[in-house]
């Protein structure tokens, strides 16, 4: 109760302490912070740019970035045909140019009824983007394992995830990959080929498997992977769902007994010239307000989201600073940095587990993680291993890293079993977060209750007081 009734005053406290984040003024933490001045932002950005140029172990990626950039610009196209059960077929693919288009269509046993090269003004409508939803990879992967251990070609196995999708993005996407295996490229070259539309840790684990031979154990391991960090968002977003919808009709009862339900007796009150108290004024200031510039108010409220969207997407300083608000916040901080640290070990023990290089692991987990202050943690994890230092020496301190997830690391580095260690990390925070979410849940209803009482009560009494003091004077 104690924490329920000091929420506006602790939401305060911490926003101030944001902000003093932000400019350098340090936030007190899970763990004291080192003493040494630790990089941020631009002076972080630059350090790690310095490091990858003369680092040998960064040359790697240069190498690749170079061959992606060295490759032909692809034209786009749209077909229609008729497959072998007579069905037509319409969709886009992209190639060099049309007999490319023309040869694979052949070759995939398509009659071809028309292709034509798309003009700049024919555009798709792609809300979701290029990138393939963790529930249809979870899905695609445990097919694609399926098909492999039961001696069907990865072509094959690629072309029969193509014909059955009924999403058209997907579908392009999967056909795109088939022309790549055609012409020789191996499977994780294929999916980098696709832009975003694949995560880099699958890509990364896929080159391992190629090596090792055991490309089937490794998208069923990647498809379970990708089924837990499915579940976990969806709990975030049913955390974050319930109290929105609870407090949005709470919010709307109010404003529906304001606007309908109040100027019903202000009517009463003028006609018999009654004298009326503060809190009366108040309220009927408020619904006259409602009344006549709710559109002002939806306006406001409208242009608030899209600066905040805005802000939050393009502006990394204001991402950062809300993001450390919120991971700051009672209760509800635990959720985000619960379900960060878990999300952040696992993926580093299944990429250890794979024999992916340490640094390899590091800027993966720094390109697949959306949260500032975990991606300046990773980021000079990867200045500290250009200079020899662990792991640990780098999340020292750091307070968005608990210490139990701290001591553990350090236990694994020492042990030589990081990624069990990691492992088990993930499974106790994924734990908490599942915890972590439920008090969310049993909080929210009796707290938005109390938030309709004392809204419901304050209006009441605006209307009854005057209303004796009417009676009285009878």
Not at 354 to 381: A, C, P, W
Not at 401 to 413: D, I, K, N, Q
Request: overall charge positive; some cysteine.
């Amino acid at each position: 109760m104690k924490k329920i009734l000091m929420f506006p005053i602790t939401i305060l406290i911490y926003a101030k302490k944001g902000f003093k984040y932000l400019f350098g003024g340090g936030v007190g933490g899970i763990k004291d912070a080192p003493k040494e001045k630790k990089l941020e932002g631009v002076e972080l950005d630059r350090e790690l740019a310095r490091v990858k140029a003369e680092s040998t172990e960064f040359k790697r990626e240069d190498v690749e970035e170079q061959l992606r950039k060295n490759r032909p610009k692809l034209l786009s196209f749209r077909y229609i045909v008729r497959g072998r059960n007579g069905n037509i077929v319409k969709g886009i693919f992209d190639a060099e140019d049309q007999d490319a288009v023309r040869i694979f269509l052949t070759n995939e046993g398509y009659e071809i009824i028309s292709i034509k090269q798309r003009s700049k003004w024919d555009v798709d409508v792609n809300i979701g983007g290029n990138k393939i939803s963790r529930g249809d990879l979870s899905f695609s992967l445990t097919q694609l394992a399926t098909y492999i251990r039961a001696g069907i070609p990865l072509i094959d196995s690629m072309r029969i995830l193509a014909r059955q999708t009924s999403k058209a993005q997907l579908r392009r996407i999967y056909d795109r990959v088939v022309y790549e295996l055609v012409v020789g490229c191996n499977f994780s070259t294929a999916l980098e080929r696709q832009g975003d539309a694949f995560p880099r840790l699958l890509i990364n684990m896929i080159k391992t498997s190629e090596m090792t031979g055991d490309l089937a154990g490794t998208l069923d391991e990647m498809a379970d992977y990708y089924t837990q960090m499915e579940r976990s968002r969806k709990q975030m977003i049913s955390a974050l769902i319930y109290p929105a919808v609870i407090f949005t009709v709470a919010v709307g009862a109010v404003i529906f007994i304001i606007m309908f339900v109040v100027p019903q007796f202000v009517d009463m009150f003028a006609s018999n010239n009654a004298e009326l108290p503060g809190i009366t004024v108040f309220i009927i200031n408020v619904s006259d307000f409602l009344a006549n510039y709710w559109w002002a108010l939806a306006l406001g409220i409208l242009t608030i989201l899209i600066v905040y969207h805005w802000l939050f997407k393009n502006v990394r300083a204001f991402r950062k600073t809300m993001q450390t608000f919120y991971m700051k916040l009672p209760i509800i901080g635990n959720v985000i940095i619960y379900n960060e640290v878990a999300n952040l070990t696992r993926t580093f023990s299944s990429l250890l587990n794979h024999s992916v290089f340490i640094t390899d692991s590091m800027e993966i987990l720094s390109q697949i993680s959306d949260n500032e202050i975990y991606k300046g943690i990773i980021n000079r994890t990867l200045i500290g291993l250009s200079k020899g230092a662990k792991i640990s020496e780098t999340f020292r301190g750091e307070w968005a890293f608990p210490v139990v997830a701290y001591e553990m690391l350090v236990t694994g580095e020492s042990t030589g079993q990081l990624a069990l260690m990691m492992e088990k990390v993930a499974d106790h925070y994924q734990a908490l977060h599942a915890n972590a979410v439920t008090t969310i849940k049993s909080l929210i209803e009796p707290i938005i209750i109390c938030f309709l009482a004392v809204a419901v009560g304050f209006i009441v009494m605006s209307i009854i007081i005057p209303m004796f003091d009417l009676y009285g004077q009878l």
